[in-house]
């Protein structure tokens, strides 16, 4: 196994003209559609797999060097090649240069769900139909499904799921004498007894994080985003989208929450002397309260989410997938190691023991997975909270298909009711008013 | 001209040709085409041209790198004049040891230093909490909208007086020292001296020295690029001229518009950069 490391892009205008040049030696892309009927059997898969070769491998995933190592134990004739792409943002922009350039393009890409329709819109992923991975469906969570097939394909397999859960400190908690709250309602209020209690303490941290945001409007309900490819439909005050807002603006008015961005240095240092008490995210936080936050030792413990109206309901938050590039060299092969990754016993193993949250139906119901007593956590039976999370995921929620475009301009419009305590909703509204001109900008049909 | 003539030239040339008019000829063509996520690349004329001059985004940070330059650029080279003045009097104890420590800001690399900034003025943790505990109000208040900018300009004076000090402190080195002993016997004091001998002896190095101000505040990128991760709601996408482009092009999918951007904001920069060079040098003859 070879590892290059990602070497950080030079910022500025260098790196801009540079992207620019090579964008533009592209030439047309054309739009929309996967390419074009090369696909294989299972039996070809393998037997290319038996034959061997080398494959280039781009993710961020901490788990993938111990994957890979038992994927080559499998099979020896294949050389696998991980490149660490460091996290999402960099991942994809660093897959779109190379799509453009028409060079180095890996045979296998981790991507975020919520990335996937601007890579898969502009036709630069394999649709994996043609390898017979529509018959895989039954394996994984019917969230992490639809994520992965949506506009007549199927352009990525599972990696893993972030059903929302509720991960809070119990020392603080008990300090200020306060129960883990199960509805929204009970949330403001233990907020408001933790910052009377001590005015450098909150709840939670928040200062306007668009992947937070979205899965909290996920979780009340909202559908603010529909695309079926063309035509897209916004509607940031749908009935979802106000029921967060609404709960959620007097946590903004009175500073309930602190104002502190999320993974930053002074987060992950609040998180362990317990200036914030709560953080609700995805389910693969344990791995990350263990790893950044080593003086939480014992004293986390982890909760369904807060609910509405008591009926649990759950979102996703994060979660990615492999895919395949249109662009990839060695398909055949491509699509024999990502089986083996997302699907096969061996590596789901490899990457459940170093803190991932799988996708697929049959380890997220394995007793031993569900029996698991986390020492962080003080030998709470953790995995059989998060995986009741994963059965609650509100279904037909959609992102953007140019959500990370849509996220970069969150901060303008929604995050300023965190700076001014303003209204969420006109901020919504603003929002929305963006992403209706960009889209249309970017010739979809939208409404909004 | 001779063959030995363009051998000498032919090196300069082929560099020049690769690293300034290629780029700019190629940022040129990007700027006619339009980038669609649903129906790829088409040829646009000068559409993003029409689109950049009524762009309410791309005016904005252009008026808010005009209004650091105005007021940020003034206050710098005003304090690098006084350092240079200052070292350059023989007035001053232990002058060598000044002028290391106003250069050494200029050595700590650009993202080092905002970092460290960022993390004075946080009022929780950083330098800024601190003394508004000590006075007992909020004296300063960094990361507020009415600050923010001030703030960068603070960081910018920071890192580059030291580095505008030595360019005027060297023209001020070039005074030949009779001219000097002359002023002395026609009796004329230091302030004199200063106004009459000094002053214009630096003025070609100060026209320089803004040139160089005026282009930096233009492409003010690095300081509130950085900032943004820790104040994202304080700095908007469009902040600078530098950021929209940067923005456009890596999250946006709209590189010929970022290219179209950069081409308008370069004209403009070059446009003010002549007219000071005009000034400086009219006023010079």
Redesign the interface.
Known sequence: MTITRNRRVALGAMAALLAASLTACSGDDGGGGGGGGEGASAEEIEAALEEGGSITYWTWTPQAEKQIEEFEKAYPNVDVTLVDTVGAGEGNTKLQNAIAAGDGVPDVVQIEYQSIPQFQLQGQLTDLTEYGFDELESLYTASTWGSVSQNGGIWGLPQDSGPMAFFYNQEVFDEVGVEVPTTWDEYIEVARAIKEDNPDRCLANDSGDPGFTTSMIWQAGGTPFQNDGEAVTIDLADEGTTRFAEMYQPLIDDELICQLPGWSDEWYQALGDGTIASVALGAWMPGILEDGVPDGKGKWRVAPMPTYDGTPTNAENGGSTESIPEAAENKLLAAGFLKWLNSSDESIQAFMETGGFPATVEHLESEEFLGYESEYFGGQKINEVLGAGAADVNEGWQYLPWQSYANSIFADTVGQAWLDKSSLLEGLAAWQEENVSYGSGQGFTVNG | MSAAGWSFVTPFLVVFALMIIT?LV??M??SL?R????????FAGFANYVTAFSDPKLWDGAGRVGLFLLVQVPIMLGLALIAALAIDSGRLHGKSFFRVALFLPYAVPGVVAVLMWGFMY?D??GLTGSLNDLVGFALVDPYT?KWILTAIGNIVTWEFVGYNMLILYSALKTVPNEIYEAAAIDGANQFRIVRSIKLPAVRGALVIATIFSILGSF?L??EP?IL???????I???YTP?IY???L?????Q?SY??TV?IVMGLITAVIAYVVQLRGTRRDA
């Not at chain 2, 980038?35 to 088409?42: D, F, V």
């Not at chain 2, 092009?249 to 999918?253: D, K, Q, R």
């Open positions: 780029p190629y940022s063509y990007l085409f980038n669609q996520l649903m129906g790829g690349t088409t946080d929780r943790l909208k492409q990128f690095n690029n943004k991760e820790i104040q994202p709601a304080l908007s996408s469009y530098n482009a940067y923005n092009t890596f999250v946006g999918n590189v970022a290219a950069a």
